[in-house]
Nanobody, 127 residues
Framework: EVQLQASGGGLVQPGGSLRLSCAASGFPLSNYDLSWFRQAPGKGREWVSFINVYGGYTPYADFVKGRFIISRDSAKNMLYLEMYNLEPEDTAVYLC????????????????????WGQGTQVTVSS
């Protein structure tokens, strides 16, 4: 079965850190560009970061402000998101997604550019 599965979320205090993982199965992650999105309660899905197949292009949403690092390990078929200095506003379900194009077509923040979504992992930032 072709799927993505995110993990690593949890409850953390403001200023804390978490490392999210996204495991791919049924297809080689190394062939695809990928993104992390998040969805807070009552809000729409919001793009967080993107990584190309080589790992050399990694744009971030403005709200990240240098606090997150996206990375991938193609040998392990894994995608990661390291999050530091977390804020209550970061509370959301975090999801990984597969970019649908085999070439770079831009619009990485647009939900329509993704053809496979993983089940999310809950991140709660609270004291």
């Amino acid at each position: 079965e072709v799927q993505l599965q995110a993990s690593g979320g949890g409850l953390v205090q403001p200023g804390g850190s978490l490392r999210l993982s996204c495991a791919a199965s049924g297809f080689p992650l190394s062939n695809y560009d990928l993104s992390w999105f998040r969805q807070a309660p009552g809000k729409g899905r919001e793009w967080v970061s993107f990584i190309n197949v080589y790992g050399g292009y990694t744009p971030y949403a403005d709200f990240v402000k240098g606090r997150f690092i996206i990375s991938r390990d193609s040998a392990k078929n894994m995608l990661y998101l390291e999050m530091y200095n977390l804020e209550p506003e970061d509370t959301a379900v975090y999801l990984c997604a597969r970019y649908r194009h085999s070439y770079f077509a831009g619009a990485v923040a647009s939900l329509e550019q993704y053809d496979l979504w993983g089940q999310g992992t809950q991140v709660t930032v609270s004291s």
